[in-house]
């Protein structure tokens, strides 16, 4: 056995380009830009938990752009037909469709050949329109849904680039504005803690027109109102469009001092408005923006130079975010605000002291447990491991990844499971040297027979981060993320790495053996121990059974403390400049008359947490409620800051509790398909019915201790079914070997010796993930205590589970068959001599 020179030259490229992208993450701004051109400078860019910001998700409105989609459809068709001399009776709309009656029957054939042209092509034979025939003198025009998509779709791009520009107005640096899925635009404003002006930029459409006034209870006149009330009957035909519009500013009236904004038209607008007001002097004029009326004043007299100025009572903030949404000019459709969170700059510093804090702290348990453990040979699997946490960083850097608090938490997890395969490989290294093997043989088989196993642990994990990924939105799947890179670096680092150092440390050496010894005979489990652990089946069994059953009745009685992730409404955490008076603060916003308004103290006498049910009415609703809360907090304590906001909606908290579901549920099912494949169907069954009493466990758990279940809650489940699953491969792994080996003994004997070969394996991967996992369940806070703290709870119960549930289940299912197959040798019919 020799290192490659080729092979060795290769992995110090790669840690050193690994080191090298890594580094700006630990730099000053000041000192990256005196690096040289050719050195990498980009950093992991932090999410807005940990750099404080906004976030909103917005949709197009699907029932708006389907009634502004009619009401253009039934213009251009009154239009069309006018030009054509076609009389009509009347124009109905109904869902989706428009329908004409015609005054004469006989002109049906000719409204249908002048109403062709509206009809859009989307390619593929595919159309935006359909027009037919309903009845002797009815003309139907009906949007497809090919035609309502394909318009959806191109609302958002429109809408992509309009937002672009009103964000440009706010002023804020590094806005990320980007479509997710087919109808929501996401938005992330790092540094912008209240949101409201911009929910005010972003929610408005900003469809401004400019109508003359007519008769009311006329067919072409629709009645408007302004802000105060007043109601105006507004002619539907438009005699200019805002899309005339070439710039407006947010000023003062000289006469009056109140805030205005002036506006102008492009060249042509400013000829149509010079025509309109000339025809129309000594009548009124109405102002539209997004079907309310901002003004009507009375045309005195011809307005030549273009430019005009709207007047409604506005304060300078309304002024100014009127000018900036006529500027960037109107959105193709409503967009409504479904999903909004703000987190304070200083909060979220504050969480990456504590990130930072619990990383330094899980990595030294886990470096000093491992040293101890294998004592210079720790050392090795020490160094794999600083490896890991560097490669993993560099390879955020690389992808451009957003490094979020549950980022840090999977990175940080990741520390204690990455020494998973350094403990497998140097377990396997032991035994083989207790065979009496050389060092260069002991390692290469060690290796060897640890492989497999760590492919398939690794395999187990990988699902689940997968599914994580796939179905987990915003911070969660950055843990996703950190997950997946941490578990693929750490077959490079632990496997491929350590085997190079310790052959070359073997061969530089010359050893005869390999000694892996703990430090201080330290061991949790001593060599050739021999448990009959099968023989107390029965108990685990019922134990875990009992525990599982009063998970359940936990479920249902207290219950879950659903975050709102999954229940939607709103959630404030609040910083007073005082102790906060609790029982005050709870009148002041009942009497906001939002529903029920929990309180709570947490972290300290002047942090409260505010939780607001979900108000009725769909998403707008919560936007009010919101607006309500901050102004009363602000009215109970000038000196009050809100450090954390956030509101979802109804729609995205169903969506995220049945993601959250299907992701569990899946990710169970796609683990038990692996390990069908690699195994057999009894182990298959064994694991998954284990995976079920470990996941109510951990829910009971949950009930029990009144943690949030959210999505963060959700990320914790995914992982321990993923570690949970990666436990019981490891065991398994050995069982396998060991029915090949001895094939004549009986089925306990088997599982007990394989229980007893892994029970060192299984206990000491168990404490490095509790190592890593204490400090963040410890010192985390309140933002990961639905992950780190669960995660305790669930490593413990994977790893008895693995013993008294699993095996067992493998054994009655293993004698089950084996007794089947005896009565059908039997029952076969004795040949004949």
Same mark, same amino acid.
Request: net charge neutral.
């Given at each position: 056995?020799?290192?490659?020179?080729?092979?060795?030259?290769?992995?110090?490229?790669?840690?050193?380009?690994?080191?090298?992208?890594?580094?700006?993450?630990?730099?000053?701004?000041?000192?990256?830009?005196?690096?040289?051109?050719?050195?990498?400078?980009?950093?992991?860019?932090?999410?807005?938990?940990?750099?404080?910001?906004?976030?909103?998700?917005?949709?197009?409105?699907?029932?708006?752009?389907?009634?502004?989609?009619?009401?253009?459809?039934?213009?251009?068709?009154?239009?069309?037909?006018?030009?054509?001399?076609?009389?009509?009776?009347?124009?109905?709309?109904?869902?989706?469709?428009?329908?004409?009656?015609?005054?004469?029957?006989?002109?049906?054939?000719?409204?249908?050949?002048?109403?062709?042209?509206?009809?859009?092509?989307?390619?593929?034979?595919?159309?935006?329109?359909?027009?037919?025939?309903?009845?002797?003198?009815?003309?139907?025009?009906?949007?497809?849904?090919?035609?309502?998509?394909?318009?959806?779709?191109?609302?958002?791009?429109?809408?992509?680039?309009?937002?672009?520009?009103?964000?440009?107005?706010?002023?804020?640096?590094?806005?990320?504005?980007?479509?997710?899925?087919?109808?929501?635009?996401?938005?992330?404003?790092?540094?912008?803690?209240?949101?409201?002006?911009?929910?005010?930029?972003?929610?408005?459409?900003?469809?401004?027109?400019?109508?003359?006034?007519?008769?009311?209870?006329?067919?072409?006149?629709?009645?408007?109102?302004?802000?105060?009330?007043?109601?105006?009957?507004?002619?539907?035909?438009?005699?200019?469009?805002?899309?005339?519009?070439?710039?407006?500013?947010?000023?003062?009236?000289?006469?009056?001092?109140?805030?205005?904004?002036?506006?102008?038209?492009?060249?042509?607008?400013?000829?149509?408005?010079?025509?309109?007001?000339?025809?129309?002097?000594?009548?009124?004029?109405?102002?539209?923006?997004?079907?309310?009326?901002?003004?009507?004043?009375?045309?005195?007299?011809?307005?030549?130079?273009?430019?005009?100025?709207?007047?409604?009572?506005?304060?300078?903030?309304?002024?100014?975010?009127?000018?900036?949404?006529?500027?960037?000019?109107?959105?193709?459709?409503?967009?409504?605000?479904?999903?909004?969170?703000?987190?304070?700059?200083?909060?979220?510093?504050?969480?990456?002291?504590?990130?930072?804090?619990?990383?330094?702290?899980?990595?030294?348990?886990?470096?000093?447990?491992?040293?101890?453990?294998?004592?210079?040979?720790?050392?090795?699997?020490?160094?794999?491991?600083?490896?890991?946490?560097?490669?993993?960083?560099?390879?955020?850097?690389?992808?451009?990844?957003?490094?979020?608090?549950?980022?840090?938490?999977?990175?940080?997890?990741?520390?204690?499971?990455?020494?998973?395969?350094?403990?497998?490989?140097?377990?396997?290294?032991?035994?083989?040297?207790?065979?009496?093997?050389?060092?260069?043989?002991?390692?290469?088989?060690?290796?060897?027979?640890?492989?497999?196993?760590?492919?398939?642990?690794?395999?187990?994990?990988?699902?689940?981060?997968?599914?994580?990924?796939?179905?987990?939105?915003?911070?969660?799947?950055?843990?996703?993320?950190?997950?997946?890179?941490?578990?693929?670096?750490?077959?490079?680092?632990?496997?491929?790495?350590?085997?190079?150092?310790?052959?070359?440390?073997?061969?530089?050496?010359?050893?005869?053996?390999?000694?892996?010894?703990?430090?201080?005979?330290?061991?949790?489990?001593?060599?050739?121990?021999?448990?009959?652990?099968?023989?107390?089946?029965?108990?685990?069994?019922?134990?875990?059974?009992?525990?599982?059953?009063?998970?359940?009745?936990?479920?249902?009685?207290?219950?879950?403390?659903?975050?709102?992730?999954?229940?939607?409404?709103?959630?404030?955490?609040?910083?007073?400049?005082?102790?906060?008076?609790?029982?005050?603060?709870?009148?002041?916003?009942?009497?906001?008359?939002?529903?029920?308004?929990?309180?709570?103290?947490?972290?300290?006498?002047?942090?409260?947490?505010?939780?607001?049910?979900?108000?009725?009415?769909?998403?707008?609703?919560?936007?009010?409620?919101? &607006?309500? %809360?901050?102004? +009363? !907090?602000?009215?109970?304590? *000038?000196?009050? #800051?809100?450090?954390?906001?956030? $509101?979802? /909606?109804?729609?995205?908290?169903?969506?995220?509790?049945?993601?959250?579901?299907?992701?569990?549920?899946?990710?169970?099912?796609?683990?038990?398909?692996?390990?069908?494949?690699?195994?057999?169907?009894?182990?298959?069954?064994?694991?998954?019915?284990?995976?079920?009493?470990?996941?109510?466990?951990?829910?009971?758990?949950?009930?029990?201790?009144?943690?949030?279940?959210?999505?963060?809650?959700?990320?914790?489940?995914?992982?321990?079914?993923?570690?949970?699953?990666?436990?019981?491969?490891?065991?398994?792994?050995?069982?396998?070997?060991?029915?090949?080996?001895?094939?004549?003994?009986?089925?306990?004997?088997?599982?007990?010796?394989?229980?007893?070969?892994?029970?060192?394996?299984?206990?000491?991967?168990?404490?490095?993930?509790?190592? &890593?996992? %204490?400090?963040? +369940? !410890?010192?985390?806070?309140? *933002?990961?205590? #639905?992950?780190?703290?669960?995660? $305790?709870? /669930?490593?413990?119960?994977?790893?008895?589970?693995?013993?008294?549930?699993?095996?067992?289940?493998?054994?009655?299912?293993?004698?089950?068959?084996?007794?089947?197959?005896?009565?059908?040798?039997?029952?076969?019919?004795?040949?004949?001599?």
């Amino acid at each position: 056995m020799k290192n490659s020179r080729y092979l060795v030259a290769t992995y110090i490229a790669i840690i050193l380009a690994g080191i090298l992208l890594a580094l700006p993450n630990l730099l000053p701004s000041a000192t990256l830009e005196r690096l040289p051109a050719f050195m990498p400078s980009s950093q992991v860019a932090l999410g807005l938990d940990l750099r404080g910001g906004s976030h909103l998700v917005l949709e197009v409105d699907g029932a708006d752009l389907q009634k502004e989609r009619l009401r253009t459809l039934t213009e251009d068709a009154r239009r069309t037909l006018r030009e054509a001399s076609i009389a009509w009776s009347h124009f109905d709309t109904a869902q989706r469709e428009v329908r004409i009656t015609l005054r004469d029957a006989q002109q049906l054939g000719r409204a249908k050949d002048a109403l062709a042209p509206l009809i859009s092509a989307l390619g593929n034979g595919r159309h935006d329109l359909a027009v037919r025939e309903s009845g002797p003198a009815t003309v139907v025009l009906e949007l497809t849904e090919e035609g309502l998509l394909a318009a959806t779709s191109s609302a958002v791009e429109q809408s992509l680039e309009i937002i672009r520009q009103r964000v440009d107005q706010v002023g804020v640096a590094e806005p990320t504005i980007q479509r997710v899925g087919s109808n929501r635009i996401l938005v992330q404003l790092p540094g912008l803690q209240d949101p409201s002006q911009l929910r005010a930029l972003l929610g408005s459409t900003a469809k401004m027109s400019f109508h003359m006034l007519g008769d009311a209870g006329s067919a072409e006149v629709r009645t408007l109102n302004d802000e105060q009330g007043a109601s105006y009957p507004v002619l539907r035909s438009v005699a200019l469009s805002g899309d005339r519009l070439s710039d407006a500013s947010a000023g003062f009236d000289a006469q009056t001092n109140e805030p205005v904004v002036n506006f102008r038209f492009d060249s042509a607008g400013g000829r149509m408005f010079a025509d309109i007001t000339r025809a129309n002097v000594g009548k009124p004029f109405a102002i539209v923006l997004d079907d309310k009326v901002l003004s009507a004043p009375v045309i005195r007299e011809a307005i030549t130079g273009g430019s005009g100025q709207i007047s409604g009572n506005f304060s300078v903030q309304e002024a100014a975010t009127l000018s900036a949404l006529l500027r960037a000019g109107a959105l193709p459709a409503k967009l409504t605000v479904i999903e909004e969170r703000s987190v304070g700059a200083d909060l979220g510093a504050d969480v990456i002291q504590k990130g930072v804090y619990a990383g330094i702290a899980a990595f030294a348990l886990v470096f000093l447990f491992m040293f101890a453990l294998y004592g210079t040979w720790g050392l090795v699997a020490n160094l794999a491991l600083a490896l890991n946490v560097v490669l993993t960083l560099a390879g955020l850097s690389l992808i451009g990844a957003t490094l979020t608090l549950p980022g840090i938490a999977g990175i940080v997890l990741g520390i204690g499971l990455a020494v998973d395969a350094n403990v497998l490989i140097n377990e396997r290294i032991r035994e083989e040297t207790a065979k009496g093997r050389p060092a260069l043989t002991a390692i290469d088989t060690g290796f060897r027979k640890a492989y497999a196993t760590i492919m398939d642990s690794n395999v187990t994990a990988l699902i689940a981060t997968v599914l994580l990924f796939w179905f987990g939105s915003g911070p969660v799947r950055g843990f996703a993320v950190t997950m997946a890179i941490g578990l693929l670096i750490s077959m490079f680092t632990a496997v491929s790495i350590v085997k190079v150092v310790m052959i070359a440390v073997a061969r530089r050496w010359r050893l005869k053996t390999i000694n892996i010894r703990p430090l201080f005979g330290f061991r949790l489990v001593k060599d050739g121990t021999k448990v009959d652990f099968m023989k107390a089946r029965f108990l685990g069994l019922a134990v875990s059974l009992l525990l599982s059953a009063a998970s359940v009745a936990l479920f249902f009685k207290p219950g879950l403390d659903y975050g709102i992730d999954f229940r939607g409404g709103i959630q404030l955490e609040v910083k007073t400049s005082a102790p906060a008076d609790l029982a005050a603060m709870r009148t002041q916003l009942s009497q906001l008359g939002l529903g029920e308004v929990a309180l709570q103290e947490f972290g300290g006498s002047n942090q409260v947490l505010i939780r607001v049910e979900r108000q009725a009415g769909g998403e707008e609703p919560q936007t009010r409620a919101v &607006a309500q %809360l901050r102004s +009363a !907090i602000a009215d109970m304590d *000038a000196g009050a #800051s809100i450090e954390r906001a956030d $509101v979802v /909606g109804p729609k995205v908290s169903g969506e995220l509790a049945m993601a959250g579901i299907l992701s569990v549920v899946l990710a169970s099912i796609a683990m038990l398909i692996y390990i069908w494949i690699r195994f057999e169907w009894p182990f298959a069954v064994g694991a998954i019915v284990t995976l079920v009493l470990d996941v109510t466990k951990t829910v009971g758990f949950f009930a029990l201790m009144g943690l949030d279940f959210n999505l963060t809650a959700i990320a914790a489940l995914l992982t321990l079914v993923g570690y949970s699953v990666n436990d019981k491969v490891v065991v398994y792994d050995r069982m396998r070997e060991n029915l090949r080996l001895h094939r004549n003994l009986p089925l306990r004997q088997v599982i007990n010796m394989s229980i007893n070969e892994t029970l060192a394996r299984s206990l000491y991967t168990s404490a490095t993930a509790l190592l &890593a996992m %204490l400090p963040l +369940a !410890i010192w985390g806070g309140s *933002a990961v205590e #639905s992950f780190a703290v669960p995660m $305790v709870f /669930g490593i413990v119960v994977a790893a008895t589970s693995s013993v008294f549930i699993a095996a067992p289940i493998l054994l009655f299912l293993g004698d089950w068959r084996q007794r089947r197959n005896v009565q059908r040798q039997e029952a076969l019919p004795v040949p004949a001599v």
